[in-house]
């Protein structure tokens, strides 16, 4: 898999528009704070863009940033802007020419942002641990588009589970279908290329975060994807796939399940380009100065991570009132008809 994944990214994708679904995100999609940042980097590496969704968390000035699976560099060199000076962001790649693009601009960047805070490594998602990097030593880990293109994903995730410091995060946008995807569909090197072939059921997903330590995954955004490319419709039959971003917290205390303790939290609005809101994720969209009901493990999330001195903290666990109305467990995502098939970002 690592041989058809380094040749599809390496030597027969040449540009972003070479991809055959609508993977990419809509430009019209991309926050108005980002596009600035998105402005700075050079144009070789955003032409080399092959990522399904946004992986700029707030709140990163000063953190320390891994990016699996970097590619040519995108996100690397839009989160070291968010990172500032005083943070770093470190990129990991297995194939040579993408890397080669990231490298190569390095200095561009440096003179447009004024500092220097990346490292490319190449290497392995599945074998962190060969990279000689600090165990705990990472606020947040991304990735953009990589995930399903990995032959061991519970390697992956042990990975990032050793990597990230107690209250960091893994923000990451993937490919996931709504079904297991049938061995003709895995089999197809080009449907492999196209992150649709090694793409997670979604349920199976959810289930293998648990089993790495991820209790509570949180999905941000997804949207379906649409195939522009007839010549592939007909060989993924009736599984329909999906870009979806998750963020994973690594809490200790986490539950298995959404537990009422009559906990709230108020946010200040103080989190830098979210004055009025602050999207936890798809189903906690929390608007600042109101009082916001929270589950034991949302209270967690806000609490025992950077997102702390932003908000307010109502209450505590010395009792419980049961399970958290709402906690459903059926498709998560949305399946409304809004497949676009546009362009690239
Ligand atoms: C779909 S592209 C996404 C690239 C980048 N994240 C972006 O948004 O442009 C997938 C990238 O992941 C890299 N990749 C795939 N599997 C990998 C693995 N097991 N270890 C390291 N890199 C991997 C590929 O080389 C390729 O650059």
Redesign the pocket.
């Known amino acids: 898999m ?1 041989d058809i ?2 040749d599809y ?2 030597r027969q994708l040449q540009h972003t528009g070479d991809l055959k679904t609508s993977a990419c995100c809509d430009i019209s999609e991309i926050p108005a704070w980002l596009k600035p940042l998105l402005a700075r980097i050079h144009p070789e590496v955003l032409s ?4 399904c969704g946004l992986v700029c968390p707030p709140l990163l000035e000063g953190c320390r940033v891994l ?6 560099g ?2 690397v060199y839009a989160l070291a802007q968010l990172v500032g000076p005083t943070g770093e962001v470190v990129g ?4 040579d020419e ?1 890397l080669a693009v990231a490298e190569r601009h390095k200095a561009f960047h440096a003179d447009a942002f004024g500092f220097s805070n990346v490292r490319f490594l190449h ?4 074998r962190l641990d060969e990279l000689g990097l600090e165990p705990g030593s990472f606020d947040v880990i991304v ?4 995930v399903n ?2 032959p061991d994903k519970d390697a992956v995730l042990r990975g990032v589970q050793r990597l990230l410091k107690d209250g960091g995060e893994f923000y990451f946008s993937d490919v996931y279908a709504d079904r297991r995807v049938p061995d003709a569909v895995r089999n197809d090197p080009v449907l492999y290329g196209e ?1 649709l072939g090694g793409a997670l059921y979604w349920n199976d997903f959810l289930r293998l975060a648990h089993r790495q330590g991820f209790i509570d995954p949180r999905l941000l955004e997804d949207r379906p994807l649409a195939i522009t490319d007839p010549e592939l419709v007909p060989r993924v039959g009736n599984v329909r796939f999906f870009s979806a971003t998750y963020r994973l917290f690594k809490l200790s205390t986490l539950e298995t399940a959404c537990e009422d303790y009559g906990q709230a939290v108020i946010y200040r609005g103080s989190i830098p380009a979210h004055p009025d809101r602050f999207p936890l994720d798809k189903h906690h969209d929390i608007q600042s100065g109101k009082v916001f009901s929270v589950c034991g493990n949302t209270w967690r999330m806000l609490q025992d991570t950077r997102f702390a001195p932003h908000f307010d903290f109502i209450g505590d666990f010395n009792r419980h009132f049961g399970i958290f109305e709402g906690c459903g467990s059926g498709l998560p995502f949305d399946n409304e008809n809004n497949i676009t098939s546009s362009a690239c970002c």
């Open positions: 690592h994944v380094q990214y390496g080399r863009y092959y990522g990016d699996l699976g970097c590619g040519s995108r996100d990991v790649d297995m194939t993408q290497g392995y998602i599945e990735s953009n588009c990589v293109l990995s992150c």
